[in-house]
T-cell receptor, first 112, second 111 residues
Framework: EAQVTQNPRYLITVTGKKLTVTCSQN?????MSWYRQDPGLGLRQIYY???????DKGDVPEGYKVSRKEKRNFPLILESPSPNQTSLYFC???????????FGAGSRLTVL | GQNIDQPTEMTATEGAIVQINCTYQ??????LFWYQQHAGEAPTFLSY????GLEEKGRFSSFLSRSKGYSYLLLKELQMKDSASYLC????????????FGAGTQVVVTP
């Protein structure tokens, strides 16, 4: 079954404790992207990757890191989380040249 | 900068029609997407327009006017399950890269 898998789905952590949200896809998609969703602000793009070893900043990259060492994985790293990073995070993937972006189920992160 | 505007909320009765407008001002344009998102769930793809005109897909239709920077999503024969947020998104380049989303329109369907 074609899917985009995010882990963890829910996480409560404390300020400054490094964490990683994983995203994995089994569709051989070249493009992967991370979004955060906050009430009234919609989906805002954090980082995206056009292919392995190619990453670019989106609109709100501050406080986040990503890597794309393998085609299927695109982890989102919060080196020192802060309360303003409390949000719902979505990973999304697409095939180059296609017109459908597929989202993971989301990861709800709370930073205390 | 760029801007994608949609109404915050719309209410309609079951069986009726609702039109959700989206206006955009972006530095480039290579397609406009509509997504549906139920509360607490992932967005799901509804439609894609890159040329002017109307695309119909069952009860849902989407229209695009590139010269006006305008699109709408038309939901016909509304059902209770259509209560959701509808997101408009614009792709600026000819490949996936930065994809800008509007804040979403919450549609409430009443009996």
């Amino acid at each position: 079954e074609a899917q985009v898998t995010q882990n963890p789905r829910y996480l409560i952590t404390v300020t400054g404790k490094k964490l990683t949200v994983t995203c994995s896809q089994n569709m051989n998609h070249e493009y992967m992207s991370w979004y955060r969703q906050d009430p009234g602000l919609g989906l805002r793009q954090i980082y995206y990757s056009m292919n392995v070893e190619v990453t670019d900043k989106g609109d709100v990259p501050e406080g986040y890191k990503v890597s794309r060492k393998e085609k299927r994985n695109f982890p989102l790293i919060l080196e020192s989380p802060s309360p303003n990073q409390t949000s719902l995070y979505f990973c999304a993937t697409a095939k180059s040249g296609a017109n459908v972006l597929t989202f993971g189920a989301g990861s709800r992160l709370t930073v205390l | 900068g760029q801007n994608i505007d949609q109404p915050t909320e719309m209410t309609a009765t079951e069986g009726a029609i609702v039109q959700i407008n989206c206006t955009y001002q972006t530095s480039g344009f290579n397609g406009l997407f509509w997504y549906q998102q139920h509360a607490g769930e992932a967005p799901t793809f509804l439609s894609y327009n890159v040329l002017d005109g109307l695309e119909e897909k069952g009860r849902f239709s989407s229209f695009l006017s590139r010269s006006k920077g305008y699109s709408y999503l038309l939901l016909k024969e509304l059902q209770m399950k259509d209560s959701a947020s509808y997101l408009c998104a614009v792709r600026e380049t000819d490949s996936w890269g930065k994809l800008q989303f509007g804040a979403g329109t919450q549609v409430v369907v009443t009996p």
